[in-house]
């Protein structure tokens, strides 16, 4: 009887047959059109006068582009900061058996999720004249202890990241909210038996059982927080990226080349945050993972399987899950 050498678990298995792989064109052909189209698209890139390069390997490391990406980068920071920790609070409020507490989660979340986010940040560039000074006194009477313009507290940068960051936080609430809503409530049942404060027991067990599921959607808010600061000049707060790239063009009337400036720059920075993000899901991730079953390793063979048998085939997780229902 004729024998074959399995290089993949150095076992010699009877009679192995060794089947060629199904070829497959579609891949290949798939690839030579994407390859042709992504081809034509640099090169008309390339040769197109329109586009101006020349302008735009100018204006690249401007200085007011680079500080206008600082601003940028400074509000993203603390806008999502500030929502993270409100969008946390908020949930919990949400979570809470006091109905009060409850119904005014529900209306911030309701408010600032109903009107748009244009619209927030000219109420906040305005709210110097709605509300002139911010003072101490005595409640529906004229007597202040302590009063300063409101203008002098909220300025345009502070109005922006706050603008920012509550409209953010009706947004991150609902995915905290559905983050700790997807952890066992058997988890905090047994530290309550263990004798664990509620506030240990969500800081402790809930949260990081719960990030595995917040990050990745905190991460698209975050990539759509920074471009979404290009907005601020409602309030209005001009030393952005956006803006600082707008005024370049319109003073020497080229808006294309420098419109291609503020796309390189926010595609790096968010292909940095893409990173920074893949990173954080697979940190919060560890545990969760589903894990290889078969030969890679030298795990055993699943019941029911001898060690003369191949294991080539127990890349299957309906198979180890099958073993376990029936075991």
């Not at 409850?102 to 911030?108: C, I, L, P, T």
């Not at 509620?198 to 990081?208: A, F, G, Y």
């Amino acid at each position: 009887m004729a024998t074959n050498k399995n290089e993949s678990d150095g076992l010699n298995i009877p009679n192995r047959i060794n089947a060629l792989p199904v070829k497959r064109i579609g891949p290949v052909v798939a690839g030579v059109i994407v390859a042709l189209l992504a081809a034509m698209l640099v090169y008309g890139m390339i040769v197109n006068p329109n586009f101006e390069w020349p302008v735009v390997w100018k204006y690249l490391f401007n200085e007011n582009v680079l500080a206008g990406i600082g601003w940028t980068l400074w509000i993203t920071v603390l806008s999502m900061v500030i929502a993270i920790v409100l969008a946390i609070i908020l949930a919990i409020m949400r979570k809470s058996i006091n109905p009060v507490l409850r119904g005014v989660s529900w209306f911030f979340i309701w408010f600032f999720r109903g009107t748009p986010v244009y619209t927030q940040l000219v109420f906040w560039g305005l709210i110097s004249v709605l509300v002139p000074k911010l003072g101490l006194g005595i409640p529906f009477t004229s007597v202040t202890f302590w009063s300063v313009d409101t203008q002098d507290v909220i300025t345009a940068f502070r109005a922006a990241v706050i603008g920012l960051a509550l409209n953010e936080a009706a947004y991150l609430s609902e995915i905290v909210r559905a983050g700790l809503e997807a952890v066992d409530p058997g988890q905090a049942e047994a530290a309550e038996a263990l004798g664990m404060r509620r506030s240990l027991i969500m800081r402790r067990i809930i949260l990081p059982q719960a990030m595995r599921i917040i990050i990745p959607p905190t991460g698209n808010e975050t990539i759509g927080m920074l471009k979404t600061t290009s907005l601020v000049l409602a309030v209005p707060f001009t030393l952005d990226l956006q803006f600082a790239t707008n005024a370049i063009a319109n003073r020497i009337y080229k808006p294309i080349p420098l419109l291609i400036v503020a796309c390189f720059w926010y595609l790096l920075i968010t292909s940095i945050l893409m990173v920074i993000q893949s990173r954080l899901e697979k940190h919060f991730g560890k545990g969760f993972d589903a894990r290889p079953i078969g030969t890679k390793g030298k795990q055993p063979p699943l019941p029911g399987k001898t060690e003369g048998e191949p294991k080539d085939d127990i890349q299957k997780q309906n198979q180890a899950t099958m073993a376990g229902l029936t075991a």
